[in-house]
């Protein structure tokens, strides 16, 4: 190791951070991307009784478990703290107090080893995690599709880290819809790989749900809480009532399970190809926790492979939350650009980013 490990001669591995909702996630990662050692925990079963994160609930978890997540990926990488080129945290977006917490611990590390910080974006990270598997390569510039629980955006992405916003949800993101209709389908929590397993055993043209914002031309925002409204209907109807006395079939389940996914897979794709012709940009990036969606991915390769178009997604480890996707701030550290310690977080989305 050399004597100073930030020098751009031989730089030492950095730390990253990951608390933007409700996974506490630590990486140590080399210059050359290789992952050191990372580890995660998970909140699923502590936010399982509500069928969503409770914010207040999933800080106060992020604070109870950060420091021996970042002791233990420490020791089994075998480095120390001063030892570390800079520190890398998300910022932005997500979870208010989740963000702090991931912040403000990063910024004590700053102080105490005396290593520069670097903030990320969480969403930015997301679609790097398909530059993790092709490090032979640059899979820039891109489209990047990014689907998960909390955010549906498309970016025009000049390189690693200069992105221009396309278009996005107006209302519902691609999970949240996921887990709201398996919530009414009385599936477990969290409800997208649920409503997945379901949807392999349904047909999905047995409910002809809809649409939604397709018929613009140009457009390349999303909307899914119509589809949503779509399905409450179908299943009980405009009035109010109690899903737990809904009472279905495992094939009628499975059916709007397979319906509805098949509606999501639609607009997606419609979507993402809709800004490769638009960019004239060869190579769709996808990622974040619904890319893990194995009838979205067969989908979308299919379409585009089609189309003559290459398609990279994030490996399924790498698509919901966690640490590995900071490597993104090497490219940052590669171009001497540091955060001040007075940096702050920006829980929503910045659409101009």
Known sequence: MSSDPSSAENPGPLLALESSCDETAVAVIAADRTVRAAALASQTELHAPFRGVVPE???RMHVERFVPLIDKVMRQAGIR???LSAVAVTNTPGLAGSLLVGLT???ALC???QRPLIVINHLHAHLYACQMIHPERSVFPAVGLVISGGHCSLYRCHTAVEFEYLGGTIDDAVGEAYDKVAAMLGLPFPGGPALAAAAAAGNPRAYSFPRSMIDEASGLDFSFSGLKTAVRYTLVGPGERDFSSLRLSPQQIADVAASFQQAVIDVVCLKAERALQQTSLPCLLCGGGVAANSQLRQT?????TAAGQELIVAPPAL???NAVMGALAWEYFERGEFSRLDVDILPGLQRGA
């Open 105 to 107: 611990t990063a910024k």
């Open 319 to 321: 698509c919901t939350d």
């Open 111 to 113: 102080v105490a080893w």
């Open 81 to 83: 703290g001063p030892d």
């Open 57 to 59: 609930l999933a800080a």
């Open 300 to 304: 979308l390769a299919e379409r585009l």
